[in-house]
């Protein structure tokens, strides 16, 4: 049974009117069903938020209508949309659609795709439990295998359609199935059987003269009758069957029904009569262009000709029949021509479909790839840039103070010095020396002697400005470069670093430590050079240390 979430909410009444009008007219008036159809597609459209389903259900009756007016090709599509639409779970809607695409393939002669749809419409059906659309699909594989010429087949499809209609009183659907299980049987040959089934058929009827086609049926049953030589039930039925046509709108059946008629009439050897009513159905026949009626009156005519001796009408009538014969056959290899067309346009549209579907896949997937790769690429690029900056860094530190280190100390210098040349701003430098570190090292040990490194930096950056440079020169020489600071301002920037480093605690350290500074101070004003400066601090340096160390020197 369907679910019940799979119930769409029902079609807006303007919508549903259009849809119900457009299906009556649908075998009458196709145009018309088609214009309808479309009107109600255009309703739909204007409708915010419509559900697939209502769309599915627009598109049916539209696939339908195209169909019906000529344009299966179109039905086949738009029921294909219809039937992506129709939800997986809502199997009465996808039975309704599978069935009118078997209807609309009937259309185009694909009589093997008409048959898998109806058989997929009935499995469909029977998911949704409903026994009328059940009937519907069973008689459309009826059809389909009929038209096929699986007439067996086709006759256990009607017998099943016709317990259903039976089980649900659906009489009109009873009788019309009654009737091509007679025209199967008959085709088969099985004359008392067909007979049975479209006297029961007949006896539905009674009473209700706007069932299917009582003079239909009553043409059906003649035929049967009359090869079983019951000629006055034969007569009875075709008789009656010619009375109820309505002579104004001439029935397509009445070509068919003169034919019966004419072969009753020659049975009891009234040739003249059958001869004229011969002469009447092959005028419908050829009115109503109905080429099989027109060939069995044309073989008729030539039996009785030659009957009555007239061999030249016989072979007339022969020949004609032989050509009608030759038409139908090419008509009948036409169409199946058309319909392995549509089948192999139909295959490789889905083909080419399936194709674009996988192409489509493959390049998403693609995208998805270049697109991590990229993302990867950032990420690595981000990464080396950090590593750079790093390398960079580390290429301008001195690892054991976290000073900058020689090298920095000369771009920073060079580019200072120039500045201060350039703008006339002041710049001076000090040369740091720690006094007798050799000593230190060779008492304590070197780890001793890094800590005092590590120690003499911290206190030498925290005495500075942060817009002076303190590098590490080498060994246990420091530099530092005193931005806009004439050569006093530095002095007493360098006399304030060397006190803070004698001031400090370092029998913390070690208890026989002692440690001093001698600095020599430079101005740039005067220098020449980087170099120039560097060598004049560097000679005070040495005369700080000549003198006594623990001292800071800045003349001389
Ligand atoms: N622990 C340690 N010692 C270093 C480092 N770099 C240089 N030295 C040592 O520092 C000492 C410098 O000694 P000298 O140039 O003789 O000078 P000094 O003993 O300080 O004597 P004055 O400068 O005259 O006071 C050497 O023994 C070097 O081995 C270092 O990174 N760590």
């Not at 694909?110 to 058989?119: E, G, K, S």
């Not at 109503?288 to 016989?314: C, Y």
Request: charged share 25%; aromatic share 2%.
């Amino acid at each position: 049974m369907a679910t019940a979430d799979a119930v769409p909410p029902p079609l807006p009444e303007a919508i549903a009117a259009l849809l119900a009008s457009a299906t009556d007219r649908l075998i009458g008036d196709p145009s018309a069903a088609l214009a309808g159809a479309e009107r109600a597609l255009g309703l739909l459209d204007a409708q915010a938020d419509a559900p697939p389903a209502w769309r599915a259900q627009v598109l049916r009756i539209l696939g339908l209508s195209q169909g019906h007016a000529g344009d299966a090709r179109r039905g086949v599509d738009t029921l294909r949309t219809a039937l992506a639409l129709a939800d997986a779970q809502d199997h009465a809607l996808r039975a309704k659609v599978e069935r009118a695409l078997s209807i609309v393939h009937d259309q185009l002669h694909a009589l093997d795709d008409a048959l898998a749809w109806a058989v997929r419409a009935a499995a469909s059906a029977r998911s949704a439990g409903d026994e009328s659309l059940l009937a519907d699909a069973l008689h459309s594989c009826g059809v389909a295998r009929s038209k096929a010429g699986d007439t067996d087949g086709g006759l256990a499809n009607y017998r099943e359609v016709l317990q259903l209609h039976e089980a649900g009183g659906r009489i009109g659907a009873s009788i019309s199935i009654l009737n091509n299980i007679g025209i199967n049987l008959k085709n088969l040959g099985r004359l008392e059987e067909a007979v049975v089934s479209l006297r029961r058929a007949q006896a539905l009827m009674a009473g209700r003269p706007e069932a299917v086609s009582l003079p239909l049926v009553q043409t059906n049953l003649a035929e049967p009758l009359w090869r079983l030589g019951r000629l006055d039930e034969a007569q009875a039925e075709v008789d009656a069957a010619l009375g109820a046509l309505d002579p104004k709108a001439r029935n397509a059946h009445e070509a068919n029904a003169r034919w019966m008629r004419a072969e009753v009439l020659r049975g009891r050897g009234r040739l003249d009569e059958a001869n004229a009513e011969l002469q009447r159905a092959l005028d419908a026949a050829q009115r109503l262009q109905r080429i099989d009626t027109e060939a069995n009156v044309r073989l008729s005519l030539s039996t009785l000709a030659a009957e009555r001796g007239d061999f030249a009408a016989a072979l007339a009538h022969h020949q004609a029949f032989h050509a009608l014969d030759r038409r139908r056959l090419d008509d009948e290899a036409a169409r199946r021509i058309q319909a392995l067309t549509v089948q192999a346009d139909l295959a490789q549209a889905r083909h080419e479909a399936e194709v674009y579907r996988l192409r489509h896949g493959e390049l998403a997937q693609a995208h998805d790839r270049l697109q991590a790769l990229h993302d990867a690429l950032l990420a690595a690029d981000v990464e080396k840039s950090r590593l750079l900056e790093r390398l960079a860094a580390q290429s301008r530190t001195d690892p054991l103070s976290g000073l900058a280190n020689r090298r920095a100390l000369d771009e920073h210098l060079a580019a200072e010095f120039a500045r201060s040349q350039r703008l006339g701003h002041p710049l001076a430098l000090a040369m740091c020396d720690l006094d007798n570190f050799k000593q230190i090292n060779d008492r304590l040990g070197h780890a001793t002697g890094d800590l005092v490194l590590q120690r003499t930096a911290a206190l030498l950056r925290a005495t500075c400005r942060d817009i002076d440079l303190v590098a590490r020169y080498g060994g246990e020489e420091f530099c530092l470069v005193f931005l806009e600071a004439d050569l006093d301002a530095a002095r007493r920037a360098c006399e304030t670093a060397r006190a803070a480093v004698a001031a400090h605690d370092w029998a913390a350290e070690h208890p026989a430590l002692r440690v001093s500074l001698s600095i020599g101070v430079a101005a740039a004003e005067g220098c020449a050079d980087p170099a120039a400066l560097l060598a004049l601090a560097d000679r005070r340096l040495y005369e700080a240390k000549r003198a006594g160390k623990d001292r800071v020197v800045a003349a001389g």
